[in-house]
């Protein structure tokens, strides 16, 4: 702004100041001139009169530096020039001045030099005896006069910029001074400038307009955060770039990002061709779906193109945790398959005993094991059914009668059904610690103690033991079977409670089982709100501890 003043008061100044010079300097000049014209008319007057009387003679005697007088004859031929050689000057009979006096006794003209720097001017006059008498006087032209004036009017010009530089400065920090200290924030308490009152009143229902928007967006923003934020769903904003504009807390975790990623490039988080030619599809085709594994855990990716006034902006990316699903479709593959094979080796076996009967290729004295083998694998066939169908039940979550069960008398009875079997091996079995008061299904409560009995027997060599204990907390009952047998390895421990997995199948075969009872004792303990904990080394024995909350 000071610039601004400066050249305008400057220009101002030279404009004015020319203008002065030009008017001052016509002017003078007109006013000069008029003067020396009055004067060389009046020296014309006494020497027309001088003249007259003495002739030539007196034109001689008069002596002048500042003016010309030349006597010229009714023919035009010059009788007398103060300043030339009479008989080397042309006619005059054409001039101007001299033919007007001629004409009507008097003339004037005036006529510059050939470089236009001067200026003469003429005076004549008709004497009584029909000649002419001349007068002439040089002055300078306008042109340089104003020359002349140079060193004054470049004087004159410094000083007034000098005088700008000052005055600008003064006015424009006068000017500015004011609006400078404007409170822009609150625009109706500036009590500045009257001429700028509208100007502020407008900012000030802009900034009005523009804080009710701003906390218009801050609510939403704090919607969407809040929203995205308890999403367990990971969700990312992308750019027509690929630029990451915002990520959720979910899609931090699942792609091990933070929140420094945003504003960098997709490819800074994660690589994978598939999901970044996934994002590409969508861009292009308006949506993609993929799945992928990441840190060990399966995901769905849904993508969307986002797009305003028909033109594509950037995508939207929504990642599904699908591992449960992912596993659940992985078992219920496997449960088939196996279920499938369970179902096919007993029947093949009384299938085929049955044939051999029906045949009579069987001896009377074998008939009595053939028919044991058809009901054993019948009796199993019928075993495997019941554990399908507690499962299916269980898998359900069907609602059944619950009531208070002492987890402590289960396991006697559990101990009662399975003491000959544990007495063909020689294996000590007992119970002990607290009652265990818990609100349940009494056989399902039967069926998780009895599986886990039924194991630690199954796999502990000869002459082992396996002990039932049973502890109780102000909110939790804990029931533990200990034995020790074989173990499991770690690698293990997370799979033997899914369906038909044997850690060691020939020995399973040979243990029998239809490999669907730690399956139940999962779900059954999943149903009544409890958790299994597990800890087990190869050769040293198993402890496999169910935790119930303790009824109210």
Not at 303 to 326: P, Y
Not at 428 to 443: A, I, Q, R
Request: hydrophobic share 40%; net charge negative.
């Amino acid at each position: 702004m000071t610039s601004k003043i400066f050249r305008s008061i400057f220009a101002t100044s030279l404009i004015v100041l020319l203008a002065t010079l030009t008017i001052i300097t016509t002017f003078l000049y007109d006013y000069f001139t008029n003067i020396q014209i009055s004067q060389i008319k009046d020296e014309l007057s006494i020497a027309s009169v001088g003249t007259e009387q003495s002739g030539e003679e007196y034109l001689k005697n008069l002596k002048s530096d500042n003016f010309r007088l030349t006597w010229v004859a009714s023919d035009g031929t010059v009788l007398f020039d103060s300043q030339a050689d009479k008989s080397v000057m042309d006619n005059h009979l054409d001039r101007e001045e001299i033919a007007e006096a001629f004409e009507t006794g008097k003339g004037s003209s005036s006529r510059h030099s050939a470089t236009l720097m001067e200026k003469t001017l003429y005076e004549a006059v008709l004497l009584s005896d029909g000649t002419v008498l001349r007068i002439s006087v040089n002055r300078a032209s306008g042109f340089v006069l104003l020359l002349g004036m140079m060193h004054p009017v470049i004087i004159v010009i410094v000083i007034a910029i000098i005088i700008s530089i000052v005055l600008a400065h003064k006015m424009s920090k006068r000017i500015t001074e004011p609006l400078n200290q404007l409170d822009l924030d609150n625009p109706a308490d500036n009590d500045a400038y009257e001429e700028i009152a509208p100007l502020l009143s407008r900012i000030h229902k802009q900034n009005m307009k523009i804080e009710r928007k701003a906390s218009e967006l801050s609510r939403r923003k704090d919607e969407f955060e809040l929203i995205t934020k308890n999403m367990h769903e990971g969700l990312l904003l992308l750019d027509r770039n690929k630029n990451i504009l915002t990520i959720n807390s979910a899609a931090m975790t699942i792609f091990d990002a933070d929140k420094n990623c945003v504003g960098r490039e997709f490819l800074t988080i994660n690589r994978r061709h598939e999901i970044t030619s996934a994002i590409e599809k969508a861009l292009a085709d308006g949506h993609a779906q993929i799945r992928a594994s990441l840190n060990e855990k399966e995901y769905q990716f849904d993508i969307s193109r986002i797009e305003t006034d028909g033109e594509t902006v950037g995508a939207a990316i929504l990642v599904f945790d699908i591992t449960e699903q992912a596993d659940a479709e992985r078992l219920r593959r496997e449960f088939t398959a196996n279920v499938s094979h369970e179902l096919k080796t007993p029947l093949h076996t009384i299938t085929g005993s049955a044939e051999l009967i029906e045949n009579g290729l069987v001896k009377q004295e074998d008939m009595p094991r053939f028919v044991g083998h058809i009901r054993k694998e019948a009796t199993r066939l019928v075993a495997l059914v019941e554990d399908i169908i507690r499962l299916s039940q269980l898998d359900e979550q069907t609602e059944l009668p619950k009531e208070d069960v002492s987890l402590y008398e289960v396991a006697n009875e559990v101990c009662d059904v399975l003491r000959v079997g544990a007495d063909e091996k020689d294996i000590t079995l007992s119970v002990s610690g607290d009652n265990g008061n818990v609100c349940g299904v009494k056989h399902l409560l039967f069926e998780v103690i009895y599986n886990l009995c039924d194991n630690s027997i199954k796999y502990t060599p000869d002459g082992g033991r396996v002990e039932i204990s049973v502890s109780e907390t102000p909110k939790e009952v804990s029931l533990s079977v200990c034995d020790n047998g074989i173990g499991i390895a770690p690698q293990h421990h997370t799979r033997i409670f899914e369906r038909f997995y044997r850690v060691d199948k020939s020995h399973s075969k040979k243990s029998g089982g239809t490999g669907l009872g730690l399956s139940i004792v999962k779900h059954a303990v999943s149903y009544h709100g409890g958790r299994i904990e597990i800890q087990s080394e190869l050769n040293r024995g198993t402890t496999v501890t169910v935790v119930l909350p303790k009824s109210k």
